[in-house]
T-cell receptor
Framework: DQQVKQNSPSLSVQEGRISILNCDYT??????FLWYKKYPAEGPTFLIS???IKDKNEDGRFTVFLNKSAKHLSLHIVPSQPGDSAVYFC?????????????WGLGTSLAVNP | NAGVTQTPKFQVLKTGQSMTLQCAQD?????MYWYRQDPGMGLRLIYY???????DKGEVPNGYNVSRLNKREFSLRLESAAPSQTSVYFC????????????FGDGTRLSIL
């Protein structure tokens, strides 16, 4: 039972265009969300995060939007660059009780074409 | 600027053999983690150490043991390897507090025959 779902396994975008990666979650106790990027044969790298008290966080070309009522967040990359081609993971923090942990999505593979 | 270093990068074991995966971080982080990544399963937490001297089970601890040797080092041991433990293992660390953004090593690809 996936509590954090990245429903698109892959996404292909032209260089310079916007990339939108989506993530849905089921648990209303999640209070903090993170995006990681992963290149082949490397570990994930932290990209950007957002607290549940906010609906938007921006860092350069990367913006994360959070819609709590829909239990949905998205990562926007503008403009997309070939170096952004990687697998992107969404993760959510469950801060409830004694069972605090990060729940990870399965990832979306982004290909940015020159 | 090493960050999180994992050794070895690759290993092939036979069923029943034991081995220890090593992890060291040079960022003076308090918390360290071990994950495994399997196709279709995402990243799953095996064990974590919130601070030096403490360790706790994650989602999938069975078949593994850990040691937080000091603030820098956190090792993962497979006492009797099983084919189901074939996976890519990632070590991570975070500055303070268990659930801050984590810095990952490049992984150990482990195959058990």
């Amino acid at each position: 039972d996936q509590q954090v779902k990245q429903n698109s396994p892959s996404l292909s975008v032209q260089e310079g265009r916007i990339s939108i990666l989506n993530c849905d979650y089921t648990n209303s106790m999640f209070d903090y969300f993170l995006w990681y990027k992963k290149y082949p044969a490397e570990g994930p790298t932290f990209l950007i995060s957002i607290s549940s008290i906010k609906d938007k966080n921006e860092d350069g070309r990367f913006t994360v939007f959070l819609n709590k009522s829909a239990k949905h967040l998205s990562l926007h990359i503008v403009p997309s660059q070939p170096g952004d081609s990687a697998v992107y993971f969404c993760a959510a923090r469950n801060n409830a009780g004694n069972n605090r942990k990060l729940i990870w999505g399965l990832g979306t593979s982004l290909a940015v074409n020159p | 600027n090493a960050g999180v270093t994992q050794t070895p990068k690759f290993q092939v074991l036979k069923t029943g053999q034991s081995m220890t995966l090593q992890c060291a971080q040079d960022m003076n982080h308090n918390s360290m983690y071990w994950y495994r990544q399997d196709p279709g399963m995402g990243l799953r937490l095996i064990y974590y150490s919130a601070s030096e001297g403490t360790t706790d089970k994650g989602e999938v601890p069975n078949g593994y043991n850990v040691s937080r040797l000091n603030k820098r080092e956190f090792s993962l041991r497979l006492e009797s390897a099983a084919p189901s433990q074939t996976s890519v293992y990632f070590c991570a660390s975070s500055p303070q507090g268990v659930w801050q953004p984590q810095h990952f090593g490049d992984g150990t690809r482990l195959s058990i025959l």
